[in-house]
């Protein structure tokens, strides 16, 4: 598979993102790093989904092609899946945040749609996407994104961070 950083692949089969948010428990406000005492940044759902040894090993092969310009050397567990309802969003923000203190930093992000709403676009930068069932998207964490609120029903999505130690 040629993955070619910020242009859509196929990560998940339909099925695949069924079970996904199959096994999402109980939901809680999506944070943000620092203060957002208002919650204008972001105000959707998440969950933190523990990753089976498969998906693991998916995703870290992957990203292999990533390494030699994003030199990451693990990626954050538990992953997230967000829920969007109509109204909810996670406004232009970065994924990474202070790095004092901190032995890693993000440095390559993953952003798959596990169901897409009506526009609940994906935006990175200057790109716009209106990602399908399953489709992903790669792109350095410190780009600007992101998710719009859908106008009408649920967009779920699945993230995961890759990190590099704080040099």
């Known amino acids: ?9 196929q990560l998940f089969e339909p099925q695949e993102c069924q079970q996904l948010i199959d096994s999402v428990g109980q ?12 919650r204008t940044s972001r105000n959707n759902q998440v969950f933190w989904y523990t990753l ?3 998906q693991k090993n998916r995703l870290w092969l ?14 954050q567990e538990p992953a997230q899946i967000s829920r969007y309802g109509p109204g ?3 406004d232009w923000h970065r994924d990474t945040y202070g790095l004092e203190g901190r032995s890693s930093v993000r440095c390559l992000t993953l952003t798959c749609t596990l169901r ?21 998207v790669f792109f350095p964490s410190d780009w600007l994104h992101r998710a719009a609120a859908p106008l009408s ?7 995961v961070w890759y990190m590099q130690p704080n040099r």
């Open 153 to 159: 029903g649920e967009r779920w999505a699945f993230t």
């Open 116 to 136: 897409p709403a009506p526009g609940a676009v994906f935006s990175v930068d200057d790109q716009e996407f209106d990602l399908a069932t399953g489709q992903a």
């Open 88 to 90: 909810e969003y996670y």
């Open 1 to 9: 598979m040629n993955i070619v950083l910020a242009r859509p692949f």
């Open 62 to 75: 992957l990203a292999e092609r990533f390494r030699p310009k994003y030199p990451w050397t693990w990626f």
């Open 52 to 54: 089976p040894e498969e």
């Open 27 to 38: 939901l809680s406000p999506g944070r943000v790093m620092g203060p957002d005492p208002k």
